[in-house]
């Protein structure tokens, strides 16, 4: 499909597993931004990306928090140590501008902590 | 810290309903979008208002931002099941978006 992709789409992970989340914009996509949701709740900024460049990482929680996207295109959103209050859903976002005016969302990845 | 109140936060009506939401803030917003997001999806993009005072409409849809630019609606006319959802309003669109609280709406048939 042309749309942004995530994987997995549902991830469980035991308290202080490590866990890896990945996001595939739409292609020629310049903006590509991270989002956390909690449940019943507006999504929240992460962290934002300009091609390669991490233009602003200021929403990440803690320093468990990393975001990387090499080639400028897939991102992959990592959380070390994984605690109970990281369960909620994780969006990412792309968009063709690199102010990001229109941004299209993925279907998110649902990280459970047990 | 720019941010984005909702209300209300649930909504549950009829088919055939009117119904409108508030997205309210102490701050000015250059621009304020509103968002669709169904279980198990992303939001998807409804809209987007950038002038003070602005009404869009798309089909039963009507959006309005305030004249001071801290302020918006959405109405829907004669709802129906498949505007169930939760409603985001957020901005602005230049940046790192600011989401607010949503509102959770179920249309019953």
């Known amino acids: 499909g042309a749309g942004v992709s995530q994987s997995p789409r549902y991830k469980v992970a035991k308290r202080g597993q490590d866990v890896a989340l990945r996001c595939d914009p739409i292609?020629?996509?310049?903006?590509l931004f991270w989002y956390q949701q909690a449940l019943g709740q507006g999504p929240e900024f992460l962290t934002y990306?300009?091609?390669?460049?991490?233009?602003?990482k200021s929403g990440l929680p803690s320093d468990r928090f990393f975001a990387e996207r090499p080639e400028g295109s897939v991102s992959t959103l990592k959380i070390q140590r994984t605690q109970q209050e990281d369960s909620a859903v994780y969006l990412c976002?792309?968009?063709?501008?690199?102010?990001?005016?229109?941004?299209?969302f993925g279907p998110g990845t649902r990280l459970t902590v047990t | 810290t720019q941010l984005l109140e909702q209300s209300p936060q649930f909504l549950s009506i009829q088919e055939g309903e009117n119904l409108t939401v508030y997205c309210n803030s102490s701050?000015?917003?250059?621009?304020l979008q509103w968002y669709r997001q169904e279980p198990g999806e992303g939001p998807v993009l409804l809209v987007t208002?950038?002038?003070?005072?602005e009404v869009k409409k798309l089909k039963r849809l009507t959006f309005q931002f305030g004249d001071a630019r801290k302020d918006s609606s959405l109405h829907i006319t004669a709802a129906q099941p498949g505007d169930t959802g939760l409603y985001l309003c957020?901005?602005?669109?230049?940046?790192?978006?600011?989401f607010g609280t949503g509102t959770r709406l179920q249309v019953f048939p």
């Open positions: 292609s020629g996509h310049v903006s």
């Open positions: 990306f300009q091609n390669e460049a991490q233009l602003d």
């Open positions: 976002a792309s968009s063709l501008a690199p102010t990001g005016y229109e941004q299209y």
């Open positions: 701050s000015v917003f250059s621009s």
């Open positions: 208002v950038v002038t003070g005072g």
């Open positions: 957020a901005g602005p669109p230049t940046d790192k978006l600011i």
